[in-house]
């Protein structure tokens, strides 16, 4: 019963900053939403049993990623742009409504019903890392995500960088 | 009534549908890369749900794994958004139009 009284109260808080970044007037309060809705999501990996990517979702996500959009917001000046989504195609709202109709009654067709009670797992910490860092198992995945990452900040330095004078 | 993964799994659903939304209606690009963000975590939502209910720990790392490319792609999205504000002054994506027909 406390369950799903934690599950619902997690959603709609979830839901409330998902849908501040999209309806928000001004793309500050979008992020400000964003960042509701980024640790809504670690409470929802807490009651999971997932610790260890609840940590790493507020860490990288609500530390790293919303900062990096308050500064995208004001370098960019986009605040001060288009306050309001200007009207005309009625294509995307109904092309996204469509998707999820059709997506809600996939899921609500398909079986996950009997997977039943949620299993505890154990030592979430220890069981990812020990998952990770194994051989057998995601090594290689480990370490490409480790190049991508390097990739990725060479190429936005360079992206970032202003040309040198000709 | 308790929790079952059908109720993770609906909110996920949720989550990437207003993204969705979000991704083709906003004319701003910060708008369309934090949209890009909801959907990812939907995913994620998805991922450590179905570990936990089916006990296995694989969607948990992958989902460690689905954080840091969004972690990159974040990076470099603000990278190429900067770099277009530089040349077009402005991050509106109905105005510009080079690359486009």
Redesign the interface.
């Known amino acids: 019963?406390i369950?799903?009284l934690v599950?619902f109260i997690i959603?709609a808080v979830?839901?409330a900053g998902?849908?501040g970044?999209?309806m928000a007037e001004r793309?500050f309060h979008?992020?400000l939403a964003?960042a509701l809705?980024?640790l809504g999501?670690a409470a929802?990996?807490v009651?999971?049993?997932?610790e260890?990517?609840a940590v790493?979702?507020v860490l990288?996500?609500a530390g790293?990623?919303v900062v990096?959009?308050l500064?995208?917001?004001m370098?960019?000046?986009?605040d001060l742009?288009?306050k309001r989504?200007?009207r005309g195609d009625e294509?995307?709202?109904v092309?996204?409504?469509v998707?999820?109709i059709v997506?809600?009654f996939y899921?609500a067709s398909s079986g996950?019903?009997p997977?039943?009670?949620?299993?505890s797992?154990l030592g979430?910490v220890s069981?990812?890392g020990g998952?990770?860092f194994n051989p057998q198992?995601?090594v290689i995945?480990?370490e490409l995500?480790g190049l991508?990452?390097l990739a990725?900040?060479i190429?936005?330095?360079?992206?970032?960088k202003?040309e040198a004078a000709k | 009534m308790s929790v079952t993964v059908f109720h993770y799994v609906f909110l996920a659903t949720v989550l990437f549908s207003i993204g969705a939304y979000g991704l083709l209606s906003s004319r701003n690009a910060v708008r369309m890369l934090m949209s890009i963000e909801l959907m990812l975590n939907a995913a994620n939502i998805n991922l450590v749900a179905f570990s936990s209910y089916l006990g296995n720990l694989a969607g948990q790392a992958f989902a460690a794994f689905t954080i840091a490319i969004a972690a990159a792609e974040a990076g470099v999205g603000m990278a190429i958004l900067l770099a277009l504000y530089r040349n077009f002054r402005t991050v509106n994506l109905r105005e510009i139009k080079e690359l486009r027909w």
């Open positions: 019963m369950d799903s599950f959603s979830v839901i998902a849908v970044v999209v793309i979008a992020v964003l809705a980024l999501v929802v990996f009651t999971l049993g997932a260890f990517l790493i979702q990288v996500y790293g990623v990096l959009f500064f995208a917001t370098l960019t000046k986009s742009q288009l989504p200007p294509l995307a709202p092309s996204a409504v998707f999820a997506a809600l899921v996950f019903a997977l039943g009670e949620r299993i797992v979430s069981g990812v998952l990770i198992a995601y995945p480990f995500v991508l990452l990725a900040m190429g936005a330095i360079f992206l970032a202003k």
